[in-house]
């Protein structure tokens, strides 16, 4: 991805400085999009849920017909050493990744016991200011079932339709989208999963296949549920977030990027939303 700094790629078995080239032009995930990633999170000197995210990309693997072969234990254990060269206080994003090197049948499906590529990229990227906000917009794209796309892996091949998503919202003059379902139900934004507060209850809306659901999204419901917060997992629509009190949004990137508009609904950034944002780091700190 190449968006922050101070790079480190491992690759073949070692850790290497800077950005490594690691896929050749015929390998299946070069030209057929066999790649799977993950995306995790070092910063405050911690790596909150990261045997999640190492199992999940290995699951996402699975589902494009790719061999993991890499255990999530042996892979936390790899990046906690790729991190020994980055300072306490740096903010490291964490990408494993896995990708098909051949091609089975028709050349299209990979082929059973072929090669399976495997790297991780950290990158520095700061976390996000607590005030940092973004803005929604609809968008005319929406998010696949499991009959059109490999909806149930985290998988490069699904990021196009969310770049149109993007550059749709961004047209605008908003951040983001908040995108449908093939029902027309609100399913996510184009880039993390998106939650609503009202009356001092938490809404989102459930998973029903169409999006991933995931681990810090996953994550924020435990804590909130914990706390005493009222969270409902339910069929959501549009006009279920322009009435929301806040809107804030949840990702491995930011963990929690709080909603200031929705095309022209405009909301402040809440005190849930803020004591989401606390109750995370601490839950991370505790579990250190």
């Not at 491992?10 to 390998?27: I, L, Q």
């Not at 976390?127 to 917009?137: D, F, G, I, K």
Request: hydrophobic share 45%.
């Amino acid at each position: 991805m190449a968006t922050g700094n101070n790079i480190r790629t491992y690759f073949d078995g070692t850790w290497h400085d800077g950005d490594v080239p690691v896929m050749r032009a015929a390998d299946h995930g070069m030209w057929l999009g066999s790649n799977v990633f993950d995306g995790a999170r070092y910063a405050n000197g911690l790596t909150p849920d990261l045997d999640k995210h190492c199992a999940r990309v290995n699951a996402s693997a699975r589902a494009l017909m790719v061999e993991p072969t890499v255990a999530p234990e042996d892979m936390v254990e790899i990046v906690k050493e790729g991190l020994k060269s980055y300072s306490a206080d740096s903010a490291v994003y964490i990408r494993p990744m896995y990708w098909a090197l051949d091609g089975g049948m028709s050349a299209i499906v990979p082929k059973e016991g072929g090669g399976t590529g495997f790297a991780i990229s950290l990158e520095e990227i700061p976390m996000a200011a607590p005030e940092a906000s973004t803005s929604l917009a609809r968008t005319r794209f929406r998010r696949p079932v499991m009959e059109d796309a490999v909806v149930n892996a985290k998988a490069a091949c699904l990021y196009p339709n969310n770049a149109r998503m993007l550059a749709e919202a961004r047209d605008k003059g908003f951040g983001n989208a908040l995108v449908a379902d093939a029902l027309g139900n609100v399913a996510e934004a184009a880039t993390a999963n998106a939650f609503a507060v009202k009356d001092g209850e938490v809404f989102t809306p459930v998973p029903n296949g169409t999006f991933l659901a995931g681990i810090t999204r996953a994550r924020h419901i435990e804590n909130l549920r914990a706390d005493g917060v009222t969270v409902h997992e339910c069929v959501m629509s549009f006009e279920d977030f322009r009435d929301a009190d806040e809107v804030f949004l949840s990702g491995n990137m930011m963990k929690v990027t709080p909603v200031t508009a929705f095309e022209d609904r405009q909301y402040q950034i809440g005190p849930l939303t803020r004591r989401i944002r606390e109750m995370y780091w601490d839950w991370a700190a505790t579990t250190a």
